[in-house]
């Protein structure tokens, strides 16, 4: 099993980005699908969730309003739309996933890391001022 992120880069403030997060190696759309990210010198945070079907979505306050999760199961690949960036979104994006075959978890859940049991390696972003 395999989660590979890219679409990290370079932007100002202001522009807009799209993470792509392609899963092999096991059908995906029944599993439960995230993005975190991790600043410089700080832990890694949540920053948004996909329920598997695409039904539910979940957001920190920080990127909500202006980051969009969202699959394409046919595709076996998570995106992240990142709009209206700001420099302190700097930092490495990582998807994940979890190992569940259509598991509904409580939301509080959703946020956790240790609910995903799958993790891709990381896409840099870089927002400048």
């Known amino acids: 099993v395999q989660l590979q992120a890219s679409g990290g880069g370079l932007v100002m403030a202001g522009g807009s980005l799209t993470l792509s997060c392609a899963a092999s190696g096991r059908t995906f759309s029944r599993a439960v699908m995230g993005w975190f990210r991790q600043a410089p010198g700080k832990e890694r945070e949540f920053a948004a969730a996909?329920?598997?079907?695409?039904?539910?979505?979940y957001y920190s306050d920080s990127v909500k309003g202006r980051f969009t999760i969202s699959r394409d199961d046919a595709k076996n690949t998570l995106y992240l739309q990142m709009n209206s960036l700001k420099p302190e979104d700097t930092a490495v994006y990582y998807c994940a996933a979890d190992r569940n075959n259509g598991r509904t978890y409580l939301s509080a859940l959703y946020y956790r890391a240790g609910t995903y049991d799958y993790w891709g390696q990381g896409t840099l972003v870089t927002v400048s001022s």
């Open positions: 996909v329920s598997w079907g695409g039904g539910t979505t």
